[in-house]
């Protein structure tokens, strides 16, 4: 089922958290602070509000996700709910695929705020971009965009999403 | 084979098995089970549903909202092998550990997998995890678990809805 949800997916924006490092802009080594947001406010019909979200994205050769080193799974905090008023309600699934040298990893997550997302909540997403790649806004593939409210608990797929990826 | 019919349905059942359930009037209803898997007809005003096939073990008779028959309800049945019929709530319970009726945490989790596509749900498991949209505040299963059941149930579970 599709929202009626072009032109308000310009608020989904991605940004990057680089691998630390020092070097300026595009360098090797660039470390950024990045965040994916995720504008609730117009995404479903008036009266709405988001509960869930999910999406994958597609990472580009040279990013990779942070990973815990016991379990080797996506590191605590690689993604992130700010603004939810109360954390106990926000739960997530996240799950990682490591490029290859000839496939693009993929980072696929759902996350839930059983009291849905309020207007300024965003989710942050965090990357690492290995030396010497520098990737920018259209290497970064969207699918598998959908959310779904805490009234009428129908899933919306989301088409087409703008992407904008700000790496400094 | 015997062959027994059902209201509107015919099944085919295995000699170790039988079901059976009062007169039915309402069409569409969609029947599902471990060996035997149909979709609803749309047709509401003839016998909509035909299941040929072995149906041995477990049976779940799913009627569509507003099913008028003295013998069901609008929540899902389910046939026991010994042929007892009782109502089976989606209750968004999916663990088989979990036998109190009320989702936990571990139920959310399950129906996150599933619909990340990590893990397949049993067909009784998906009965159990269709509970979304709510109409008049009870589940309305729509033949799908996706983010909106997944939402569902974890709102139960923190108890933000019941029902």
């Known amino acids: 089922m599709l929202g009626k949800l072009t032109g308000l997916l310009a608020a989904l924006l991605i940004a990057l958290t680089l691998g630390c490092g020092s070097g300026g802009p595009g360098s090797p080594g660039h470390s950024t602070r990045a965040l994916t947001k995720v504008k609730t406010a117009g995404l479903l019909a008036d009266g709405e509000t988001i509960g869930a979200i999910m999406l994958t994205i597609s990472l580009p050769p040279g990013v990779t996700v942070p990973l815990d080193p016991v379990t080797k799974e996506p590191a605590s905090g690689v993604v992130s709910l700010v603004g939810a008023s109360d954390p106990a309600m926000v739960f997530q699934y996240v799950r990682y695929t490591a490029p290859t040298a000839t496939l693009s990893g993929s980072l696929a997550f759902m996350v839930l705020n059983a009291q849905g997302f309020g207007p300024v909540d965003y989710i942050g997403v965090q990357l690492d971009i290995t030396a010497g790649y520098f990737p920018v806004a259209s290497d970064f593939a969207i699918s598998n965009f959908a959310v779904a409210g805490i009234t009428n608990y129908t899933e919306i797929s989301i088409g087409n999403p703008t992407v904008s990826v700000d790496i400094n | 084979m015997a062959a027994k019919t059902i209201g509107f349905l015919v099944l085919t059942l295995t000699a170790t098995s039988v079901a059976y359930a009062s007169a039915m009037t309402s069409a569409n209803y969609r029947v599902s089970s471990d060996s035997i898997s149909a979709s609803s007809a749309t ?54 550990t979990n036998s109190s009726g009320e989702p936990s945490l571990a139920d959310a989790l399950i129906a996150m997998r599933a619909v990340m596509g990590d893990l397949t749900l049993s067909p009784s498991q998906i009965v159990h995890a269709d509970v979304a949209p709510l109409k008049n505040g009870r589940p309305a299963p729509d033949g799908r678990v996706d983010l909106g059941d997944v939402l569902l149930i974890l709102r139960r579970v923190v108890k933000l809805v019941s029902w």
């Open chain 2, 43 to 96: 047709n509401s005003a003839s016998p909509a549903y035909l299941v040929i096939g072995p149906a041995s073990g477990r049976v779940t008779l799913t009627p569509p909202e507003g099913a008028t028959s003295p013998g069901y309800s609008t929540r899902p049945l389910a046939l026991s092998t010994s042929g007892a019929a009782y109502p089976s709530p989606t209750n968004g319970v999916l663990d088989p």
